[in-house]
T-cell receptor
Framework: DSGVTQTPKHLITATGQRVTLRCSPRSGDLSVYWYQQSLDQGLQFLIQYYNGEERAKGNILERFSAQQFPDLHSELNLSSLELGDSALYFC????????????FGPGTRLTVT | GENVEQHPSTLSVQEGDSAVIKCTYSDSASNYFPWYKQELGKRPQLIIDIRSNVGEKKDQRIAVTLNKTAKHFSLHITETQPEDSAVYFCAALGTDKLIFGTGTRLQVFP
């Protein structure tokens, strides 16, 4: 157990819908990262927050957005869902910025039907 | 752009043999190189990492080597066991994010 929690574990929804994925970082970690992993694919970096502020952006679609709250938990919002958005979404956290070791949560498996 | 190449994509070894996975990176300013192990349906787990001020790091049966001049780093697993079977990802710290390799599926046969 890495200490990073994610909810829900599984999510099944229809095309065009909107979902919110939640992540709580390890105690003391200020940075949260979101990754997308499609079937048999690598880890695609989406976005990073550090202490409430957006720090870095990867290949995140405009239909996706995220935020980090004062208690440091983060939410990833996915809207106008398409079949291709079906994937595992991981959250990771680290103490500092990108120089710190990242520890991953258990992931949320999103299935869009 | 920033890129990490990882080879091989699949690797099969007999239990007790060694396994080596190699990665090359493009950003010469990269200074942090972690390795993650991911079992089927599970989260990636950090197993070892190395920073650019050292050339080699060991942790029991796992070692990582770094050649900054050639911009490549490798994961070495000795005395492999069936529980080492998983997908292994290398990564390099880019300008502001970790860049991951495409993964190596390691199978250890008893």
């Amino acid at each position: 157990d890495s200490g990073v929690t994610q909810t829900p574990k599984h999510l099944i929804t229809a095309t065009g819908q909107r979902v919110t994925l939640r992540c709580s970082p390890r105690s003391g970690d200020l940075s949260v990262y979101w990754y997308q992993q499609s079937l048999d694919q690598g880890l695609q970096f989406l976005i990073q927050y550090y202490n409430g502020e957006e720090r870095a952006k990867g290949n995140i679609l405009e239909r996706f957005s995220a935020q980090q709250f004062p208690d440091l938990h983060s939410e990833l919002n996915l809207s106008s869902l398409e079949l291709g958005d079906s994937a595992l979404y991981f959250c990771a956290s680290s103490v500092a910025g990108t120089l710190g070791e990242q520890y991953f949560g258990p992931g949320t498996r999103l299935t869009v039907t | 752009g920033e890129n990490v190449e990882q080879h091989p994509s699949t690797l099969s070894v007999q239990e007790g043999d060694s396994a080596v996975i190699k990665c090359t990176y493009s950003d010469s300013a990269s200074n942090y190189f972690p390795w993650y192990k991911q079992e089927l349906g599970k989260r990636p787990q950090l197993i070892i990492d190395i920073r650019s001020n050292v050339g080699e790091k060991k942790d029991q049966r796992i070692a990582v080597t770094l050649n900054k001049t050639a911009k490549h780093f490798s994961l070495h697993i000795t005395e492999t066991q069936p529980e080492d079977s998983a997908v292994y990802f290398c990564a390099a710290l880019g300008t502001d994010k970790l860049i991951f390799g495409t993964g190596t599926r390691l199978q250890v046969f008893p």
